[in-house]
Nanobody, 116 residues
């Protein structure tokens, strides 16, 4: 079955950096685009970034563009998001996601807290 396991949770100061990882199993990783979403306290889930199956194409929300970088290693079946210039507004639980019709699959999420 599909499994997505996020890691890299942490508490960072404003302006800091953090890298999240999502290890995948149960499907042919190199066949699927991967996405990151986040959910901040009291808010709805928000798209963060996506990457094509071969890593050649990426897309970002306006709120993270220029600060976050999504990447993937198909040999390791892992997708990453490297987050720079973090602000308190980036505090959220971060989830990786694949869409394998007709279903969405999610990891358990990893907490990122940005605070001084």
């Amino acid at each position: 079955q599909v499994q997505l396991v996020e890691s890299g949770r942490g508490l960072v100061q404003p302006g800091g950096s953090l890298r999240l990882s999502c290890a995948a199993s149960g499907f042919t990783f190199s066949d699927f685009a991967m996405k990151w979403y986040r959910r901040a306290p009291g808010k709805e889930s928000e798209f963060v970034a996506s990457i094509s199956s071969d890593g050649g194409s990426t897309n970002y929300s306006d709120s993270v563009k220029g600060r976050f970088t999504i990447s993937r290693d198909n040999a390791k079946k892992t997708v990453y998001v490297h987050m720079n210039s973090l602000s308190p507004e980036d505090t959220a639980v971060y989830y990786c996601n694949i869409y394998w019709p007709p279903s969405d699959y999610w990891g358990q999420g990893t907490q990122v807290t940005v605070s001084s």
